[in-house]
């Protein structure tokens, strides 16, 4: 007989670039412990490991004062003096004033040694993963902003390298998710790629403002913000770059709502040049926006059927 599957407990996940959610899977998959402990956030990770470590001494140190005479110099039902022999042979380091003075303790004592080598072993390498993974440090800006540029309705996004370094090679990637009607009346969304007219760069030291050119190929093209209201619009980036520092890739993702484009606004210009000649980027005007002057009405196009 075919081996009945055990039923996934309902479960509501969301993914904090993206504002999505799932449904129908669990929080966390105990089949891949490496990718649970890897992923999870550094507090998170931290208090895994003293609690684990917390957890290992207190069973031990159960199990030293379950025999009496177990531990030379261990006085009978003297827990704390117990923990702290147990937290002593879990890291191999003995004082000479305690040591295990049967078989009972010998074997405990043992058991407890190939425990914690274990235990070193594999949160030291996690430790070791998590400290030298790669992070882009791409900034991205708040908002997207719709505005003319060189006379055509033009989409933009600013991003800006938070790291010291330049990256090179760098890539972008955008899409968009739209909220469609099958011919059948059925809900369906499709995701589009928005061309840009520039998608990489040879190096990316400062900012990068990516853009989409709204003309009559695009799958935005005729859509003001009640429309994109009404689609539910969703903007994602994707960014790739290589960090000549580290000698790796670096990835980055950004995921914009409809509410977050602007529609006749622009970037505030991020980079200038100071006195002595050299170009000065102030990442903390990445997503400082400001309003056309005069105000150019680009919100007012027909809406026009996507193109397949």
């Known amino acids: 007989m075919p081996r009945a599957e055990k039923p996934v407990r309902p479960m509501r996940i969301r993914d ?3 504002d999505l959610h799932k449904v129908g899977v669990a929080r966390f998959d105990y089949r891949d412990p490496y990718h649970f402990a890897v992923s999870i956030s550094w507090p998170a990770y931290i208090a895994l490991a003293f609690g684990s470590m917390l957890t290992l001494n207190v069973v031990f ?3 030293y004062v379950a025999r009496p005479g177990a531990v030379q110099s261990l006085p009978p039902g003297d827990v704390l003096r117990a923990f702290f ?7 191999t380091v ?11 303790g010998h074997v405990v004592a043992a058991v407890e040694i190939l425990t914690g080598m274990t235990f070193t072993a594999i949160f030291t390498g996690i430790l070791f993963v998590r400290f030298s993974r790669p992070q882009a440090r791409i900034i991205f800006a708040d908002s997207v902003v719709i505005s003319p540029h060189n006379g055509v309705p033009t989409l933009m996004l600013r991003i800006a390298n938070g790291r010291l370094t330049t990256l090179t090679h760098a890539m972008a990637r955008l899409a968009v998710m739209v909220a469609e009607v099958t011919e059948e009346g059925r809900p369906f969304r499709r995701i589009y790629d928005l061309r840009l007219q520039r998608d990489d760069l040879p190096i990316f030291p400062l900012t990068w403002t990516l853009m989409h050119v709204i003309d009559e190929t695009s799958p935005l093209y005729g859509l ?4 994109l209201e009404a689609r539910s619009i969703r903007l994602y980036l994707a960014v790739e770059a290589r960090d000549a520092a580290i000698g790796a890739v670096v990835q980055d993702l950004a995921g914009y709502m409809f509410d977050q484009v602007k529609f006749g606004m622009r970037y505030v210009d991020a980079v200038a040049v100071d006195e002595q000649g050299r170009v000065v980027a102030d ?9 056309i002057e005069p ?5 007012s196009l027909d809406l026009r059927p996507l193109p397949n």
């Open 16 to 18: 904090a670039v993206f």
């Open 224 to 227: 003001g913000a009640s429309d």
């Open 295 to 299: 105000m150019v009405e680009i919100d």
């Open 283 to 291: 990442i903390a005007r990445v997503s400082h926006i400001e309003a």
């Open 85 to 91: 022999f147990s937290l002593e042979t879990l890291a």
């Open 61 to 63: 140190a159960l199990l």
């Open 94 to 104: 003995g004082y000479g004033e305690m040591a295990p003075a049967s078989t009972y």
